[in-house]
Every structure is written in structure tokens, then in C-alpha cells.
């Protein structure tokens, strides 16, 4: 006689950057030891690629390539939540010190933080405007690669236009050669550069602050940001 097959919860969850609902299962032991060989690999590339293998197996019909960063993120600290522990317990070393601090750390604390002044929509002149999209995993991925080089950097960033308006006219990035986009943007001004740039710098992220005493009594605060939130 075959075993059982288990049946496994089904949890509600929004996406942040845009709101759609769906669901998720807690992972499995299977998923588990996908995530514990890419944390002691200490790979990009095998982080990515286990990162990409557990939502897709966890999430309910979901395309992790179209989903932002911050949401692969999100995602893989709710899944954890409800297939772990709600509770982050680590150490870490105080960089002045040297000693080693125990932390405790409630993933529901852990928030999606939204910086003022941060926009999609970025103005070339008074009949010209480009909208942004948020970089996906796909151009995480691209960057970490290249270990952050100048030329990848700019191609994932002109990457991630999504929409040039033009007067009474739309065109969408998705539309044109990689070759097409690069030459766009060699024609634009350092001042739009810039205002790109803000706008990934001021993009929302998971961000978590603590503060903690060392002996001495020295107050510090210990922060951590983005994918290194599930990986601790």
C-alpha cells in the first residue's frame, strides 16, 4: 500500500508592487535542503537560482521573473514564517568589539519601507516622460553576476524602463532590441541619468533596525536589508 500523500495549508498573501493576491504553501524538507546548499555555498548564482526554485514551487501560479526584488524577498520571509518559526535567532559580531551579540528577531517586524520622494515617473522635458518599472530578479541577478561592473550596472538600469510617453504617444520598452534601448539611452541627458539612479535608490526595500549594548555599554544598532533578511 502507498503512503499518504500530505496535504499542506494555504495561506493569503498580497504582493506588494502590485497589490495582486494569491497564495503560498509553507516549503517542504525538499525546499529546505534547496535553501540550506545555496546559504553554504555562499554562491550568487546558486542563491538566486534556489530562490527562484522555492517560490516557484510555493507560490500559486505566480512568474517569479515579473515579480520585483523586493517582492522575492517578501515572499521568502513570509513563506519561512509559516514553514520555521516566526522568530529569527542569530549571532552576530559587533564590528568594534569583536564580541559575538545574540539576536532575536520577529519576521513580522521585518517592513517593507517606502522612502519619501520616490517616484516611478521620471520628466526628460514638459511632452516627455518615462516610467520605470522595479528590477526583477532576472537583473538582480544580472549585476551580482558581473560583480556590479559600470557597463552592467547601466544596462540594467536603462533594463528597467518600462514606458517612454511622448506627447500623445506610448512606447513600451518590452517592444524594442536591447540594442534599440542602448542607443535611446546614449541620448540621455546626465540629469535624467541621475533621477534614474534616485529612483533605485529610493525603491522599496525590507529593512530591519535593533539596537543592542555591547560590554562596555556602548549603544549600537544593527541593521539588515533586502535578501540577507532570509539568509541569516
Not at 546558486?46 to 501560479?61: E, F, P, W
Not at 542602448?182 to 529612483?199: G, H, I, P, R
Amino acid at each position: 500500500m502507498a503512503l499518504p500523500k500530505l496535504s499542506l495549508p494555504l495561506f493569503n498573501i498580497t504582493i506588494p508592487s502590485t497589490e495582486e493576491k494569491t497564495t503560498f504553501r509553507p516549503f517542504t524538507v525538499k525546499e529546505e535542503k534547496i535553501l540550506l546548499i545555496a546559504q553554504e555555498s555562499k554562491e550568487f548564482e546558486q542563491i538566486i537560482l534556489a530562490l527562484k526554485q522555492v517560490i516557484g514551487n510555493c507560490v500559486t501560479d505566480i512568474n517569479i521573473d515579473n515579480l520585483a526584488m523586493f517582492d522575492v524577498e517578501y515572499l521568502l520571509l513570509n513563506i519561512r514564517s509559516k514553514s520555521v518559526s516566526n522568530l529569527l535567532e542569530f549571532k552576530i559580531k559587533d564590528p568594534t568589539t569583536s564580541e559575538e551579540i545574540e539576536m532575536a528577531i520577529e519576521i513580522e517586524d521585518i517592513q517593507l519601507t517606502h522612502k519619501d520622494g520616490h517616484s516611478k515617473h521620471i520628466t526628460i522635458d514638459e511632452n516627455t516622460t518615462i516610467i520605470m518599472r522595479y528590477p526583477s530578479i532576472k537583473e538582480f541577478a544580472l549585476v551580482g553576476k558581473s560583480d556590479g561592473s559600470p557597463d552592467t550596472v547601466f544596462n540594467a538600469m536603462m533594463n528597467c524602463i518600462d514606458t517612454l510617453v511622448h506627447g500623445d504617444s506610448v512606447y513600451k520598452f518590452s517592444d524594442y532590441t536591447p540594442e534599440e534601448v542602448l542607443q535611446f539611452a546614449d541620448d540621455l541627458e546626465a540629469k535624467t541619468v541621475k533621477s534614474m539612479k534616485e529612483f533605485f535608490s529610493t525603491m522599496p526595500c525590507l529593512r530591519f533596525e535593533k539596537k543592542y549594548k555591547t560590554t562596555d555599554g556602548t549603544e549600537r544598532t544593527f541593521a539588515i536589508e533586502g535578501t540577507e533578511t532570509f539568509f541569516i
